[in-house]
């Protein structure tokens, strides 16, 4: 009786034949038994008439090298082959091997394994799926035998490939630049800091409360910053969101009260009929002249400097420069309010030249408030026309319509 050969090609000698070759042969076949368990070789998709064809893999009898008798096989090529269609890639059907195979193309094309003919299920990488399967050819049924795809190993998460990746626990993972989300466009980028110590943590929530996005880390105090790009503003849904910074508060001139020395004189005029009326108060040429207001300050107030803005018109059409000042004290539950207020700071601006126009001056530098404030203190100002200043040259009544007073917040309310 002759020889047969097994879907592999280890040759089957038959009891007293192959005298004298036997020492050959079966090292022939221990060598193509190394191949089924471990043998790799990289095998190139048949190129001839671009586009989709088939590159069939056939049994090579008694000897060694026949690509579908290796356990681990590339397809395409060591550094990817480029195709430009899909590929097939067939067995014969008496082939039984478990195989790790990987789809090395460059390509959006599909790659599929199956065998010869028949019916039986196959297995096929889709168009980005450039990884690695771990194969059984069960050679279960001689007309329709399956290509079994296990699923297990490198056939989950690859170096390269596209994968998704499902309940799979991720701990502490290092993300490199950025998350993207499934269309591979940029979710989140991520940067490094090389001395971090702070950091966010995101917790979820039972019914009833929202989750937390917290500041954490080594240091006792934690800032969360949130910065808008460019002219962008921070909102929730569609409304802006508002956050510690520059807040104004605007003083009228029928709100400043005036004091028994030197006071400035309140005065309400008529521009035309049914028109606009000026609620002002008049400061002097020559004469220094004051007002005063107070504020209990807004609990949210950093209990830092203020700027002002003075908001007047002119009663002459002189265009001298007529010079504003503004000074603060502070006083807190107890203190006595018989106290000098603090350095004044004055702006200058130059008359416009109408009468009736309203003007504004620019924003003045720093005021500090003396008297050491304090959350809840009574506040005082006193605005000022310094008349007897030698380079106040505005010649006429300098009416104030009012003054905005500038201040920084340092929490997101006042409770």
Same mark, same amino acid.
């Given at each position: 009786?002759?020889?047969?050969?097994?879907?592999?090609?280890?040759?089957?000698?038959?009891?007293?034949?192959?005298?004298? &070759?036997?020492?050959?042969?079966?090292?022939?076949?221990?060598?193509?038994?190394?191949?089924?368990?471990?043998?790799?070789?990289?095998?190139?998709?048949?190129?001839?008439?671009?586009?989709?064809?088939?590159?069939?893999?056939?049994?090579?009898?008694?000897?060694?090298?026949?690509?579908?008798?290796?356990?681990?096989?590339?397809?395409?090529?060591?550094?990817?082959?480029?195709?430009?269609? /899909?590929?097939?890639?067939?067995?014969?059907?008496?082939?039984?091997?478990?195989?790790?195979?990987? /789809?090395?193309?460059?390509?959006?094309?599909?790659?599929?394994?199956? !065998?010869?003919?028949?019916?039986?299920?196959?297995?096929?990488?889709?168009?980005?799926?450039?990884?690695?399967?771990?194969?059984?050819?069960?050679?279960?049924?001689?007309? /329709?035998?399956?290509?079994?795809?296990?699923?297990?190993?490198?056939?989950?998460?690859?170096?390269?490939?596209?994968? &998704?990746?499902? /309940?799979?626990?991720?701990?502490?993972?290092?993300?490199? &630049?950025?998350?993207?989300?499934?269309?591979?466009?940029?979710?989140?980028?991520?940067?490094?800091?090389?001395?971090?110590?702070?950091?966010?943590?995101?917790?979820?929530?039972?019914?009833?409360?929202?989750?937390?996005?917290?500041?954490?880390?080594?240091?006792?105090?934690?800032?969360?910053?949130?910065?808008?790009?460019?002219?962008?503003?921070?909102?929730?849904?569609?409304?802006?969101?508002?956050?510690?910074?520059?807040?104004?508060?605007?003083?009228?001139?029928?709100?400043?009260?005036?004091?028994?020395?030197?006071?400035?004189?309140?005065?309400?005029?008529?521009?035309?009929?049914?028109?606009?009326?000026?609620?002002?108060?008049?400061?002097?040429?020559?004469?220094?002249?004051?007002?005063?207001?107070?504020?209990?300050?807004?609990?949210? @107030?950093?209990?830092?400097?203020?700027?002002?803005?003075?908001? @007047?018109?002119?009663?002459?059409?002189?265009?001298?420069?007529?010079?504003?000042?503004?000074?603060?004290?502070?006083?807190?539950?107890?203190?006595?309010?018989?106290?000098?207020?603090?350095?004044?700071?004055?702006?200058?601006?130059?008359?416009?030249?109408?009468?009736?126009?309203?003007?504004?001056?620019?924003?003045?530098?720093?005021?500090?408030?003396?008297?050491?404030?304090?959350?809840?203190?009574?506040?005082?100002?006193?605005? !000022?026309?310094?008349?007897?200043?030698?380079?106040?040259?505005?010649?006429?009544?300098?009416?104030?319509?009012?003054?905005?007073?500038?201040?920084?917040?340092?929490?997101?309310?006042?409770?």
């Amino acid at each position: 009786m002759a020889s047969n050969y097994t879907g592999l090609g280890v040759q089957l000698m038959t009891t007293g034949e192959k005298a004298g &070759t036997w020492g050959t042969l079966t090292n022939t076949n221990w060598n193509i038994m190394e191949q089924i368990s471990g043998g790799y070789i990289v095998q190139t998709l048949n190129a001839a008439g671009a586009g989709a064809n088939t590159t069939t893999l056939s049994v090579s009898d008694g000897s060694t090298g026949a690509t579908l008798a290796n356990k681990v096989i590339i397809l395409g090529a060591e550094s990817a082959q480029a195709i430009t269609g /899909n590929k097939i890639v067939t067995i014969p059907l008496d082939v039984e091997q478990f195989y790790l195979i990987q /789809n090395n193309t460059s390509g959006a094309y599909t790659v599929q394994f199956k !065998y010869a003919s028949g019916s039986g299920s196959t297995v096929t990488w889709g168009t980005t799926d450039k990884g690695w399967k771990i194969l059984y050819a069960s050679a279960n049924d001689g007309t /329709n035998p399956d290509i079994a795809d296990t699923g297990f190993g490198a056939g989950d998460v690859t170096l390269t490939g596209t994968q &998704t990746l499902t /309940n799979k626990t991720l701990t502490s993972p290092a993300i490199g &630049t950025s998350i993207l989300d499934t269309n591979g466009l940029q979710l989140a980028l991520v940067t490094a800091t090389g001395s971090a110590v702070n950091e966010f943590t995101i917790a979820n929530a039972a019914a009833g409360a929202g989750p937390t996005l917290s500041a954490t880390g080594d240091e006792s105090n934690v800032d969360i910053n949130l910065n808008p790009k460019g002219s962008g503003v921070l909102k929730s849904a569609t409304a802006a969101v508002k956050i510690a910074g520059t807040e104004t508060m605007w003083i009228p001139a029928n709100a400043l009260y005036l004091p028994t020395t030197n006071p400035a004189d309140a005065a309400s005029v008529e521009t035309t009929a049914t028109r606009p009326e000026l609620k002002v108060l008049d400061f002097d040429a020559s004469t220094a002249q004051y007002a005063q207001f107070a504020i209990a300050m807004p609990k949210s @107030w950093n209990l830092g400097t203020v700027t002002y803005q003075v908001f @007047w018109s002119p009663s002459t059409t002189n265009t001298g420069n007529c010079i504003f000042g503004l000074q603060g004290v502070s006083c807190s539950e107890g203190d006595t309010a018989d106290v000098a207020f603090g350095t004044a700071v004055e702006v200058t601006d130059a008359g416009i030249g109408t009468v009736e126009d309203v003007q504004m001056t620019a924003v003045s530098g720093a005021v500090t408030i003396s008297g050491s404030p304090a959350d809840d203190d009574q506040t005082f100002f006193q605005l !000022y026309r310094d008349a007897a200043d030698g380079s106040d040259s505005f010649t006429g009544e300098a009416r104030v319509l009012g003054i905005k007073l500038f201040y920084t917040t340092d929490a997101a309310n006042d409770a």
